[in-house]
């Protein structure tokens, strides 16, 4: 069993090679073998084999490429113009106009594609134009963009939070469930924030176009499809008909039909979603494998238990050490991708968090929700790098300043989930997963 300071310089050493630019899955599996060599010898090496067969073999672990392949298809399937176009038929009259069609947006396409970079590089596709034809300000627009797509990885289905089920033995279902209204309020939260900025500065806002009733009728048949496939997979979950994985199938299959009602099936769109899925979910296998390994290292060698004894020497309340792991998560957030940083600190601060009596289910929230945060720190925020792909214009800067708003909204909500935890778990609870 190794101590507490060889932990601490273990961890040192795990964030310096990952913020050194070498490859998470690497740097993770290296440092498992290196605290298996170090602790327990060279024999114990001839379990990982089996162990990452055993772990990988997973039923729930199939969600993951279907979820991605769904979100693939939904992207090239124009379902998420076609929403984009009716929401802002119906959101432009509120101060700040077209800037809520983009949380709304991002909240719809989330809640059917589970990923934060698709609902950013779609959403910012089908705005940019609409915004510059009517002269809205584009700091705004952009961090709209980048921190609605936020929402992509706490809106169920979520693939980070079937990521954390899948390492810490959490109900996926639960973690959906868990997930719904955090990320309804947090919808809620950028919106008031836009609100409140087009009132004190109205000029952020533009012009508005408006839109004759029946067109604006006509055009609600548009948000039919996304409600449609959301219904499917969280209704199959929620009445018990389907687990978690068997839903993400049904959203596959009904994806694919919906493609085809659109006329965008085709063996080359086919070929281009089921490549760029291959390459998604290996590369998440491949962190996992690491993260799988890294678990197994740290129980050998005991270091979930030296950490809880720690804990609880330090005499400090529960909301102080969250304090303590929210400014963590906000500096390694500057350095580290949202994936990265989950997989790599989850088996580390999760006994800290069972020790202090906090639920894994509002955990599983409350890291997705940090890690919302990565995607929009600097300078390795994956979002503001996507939406100013899509921008083709000005300085990465003024992405940067867009989002602060909104970041300060997702800080609100990480308050708000630490001082009523029921905020996340009165859902589960009330359904009873």
Known sequence: MVGIQEIAIGFVIVLTLLMSG?????????????????????????NLGNMMWSELNSFILTAIPLYILMGEILVHSEVAQRMYRSLSDWLNW???????????????FAAISGSSVATAATIGTVAFPTFRAQGYDEKWVAGSIASGATLGILIPPSINLIIYGAITETSIGALFMAGFIPGLLLALFFMIT??????????????????????????????????????????GIYQGWATPTEAAAIGVVASIFLAGINRKLSFKMLHT??????????M????????????????????????????????????VLIAFIVVFYLVLGCFLDALAMMITTIPILFPII???GYDPVWFGV????????????????????????????????????????????????VVLITLFPSVVLWLPKTIGI
């Open 194 to 235: 836009i609100i409140i900025a087009s009132v004190i500065w109205p000029s952020i806002a533009g012009t508005k176009e408006g839109l004759e009733t029946a067109g604006r009728v006509g055009r609600l048949f548009d948000l039919l499809a996304p409600l449609f496939i959301f219904l499917l997979i969280i209704g």
């Open 284 to 319: 998440i296998l491949l962190i996992l494998t690491g993260a799988f390994f890294l678990n197994f290292s740290m129980g050998l060698l005991g270091i979930p238990e030296q950490i809880s004894q720690f804990v609880s020497s330090l005499n400090v309340t529960p909301l």
């Open 94 to 108: 509120l101060p700040g106009g077209l800037l809520h069609t983009n949380v709304v947006a991002s909240t719809g």
């Open 354 to 356: 069972l020790h202090i």
């Open 273 to 282: 979603v089921l490549t760029g899925t291959i390459k998604v979910t290996a």
């Open 366 to 413: 409350f890291v997705v929700i940090m890690c919302e945060l990565a995607l929009l720190t600097p300078p390795v925020g994956m979002n503001l790098y996507v939406v100013q792909g899509v921008r083709k214009s000005g300085q990465l800067t003024d992405v940067m300043r867009g989002v602060m708003p909104f970041f300060a909204a997702i800080l609100a909500l």
């Open 22 to 46: 070498l490859q998470v899955a690497s740097v993770m599996i290296v440092a498992a073998l290196g605290g298996i060599l170090y602790g327990l010898g060279p024999a114990m090496l001839t």
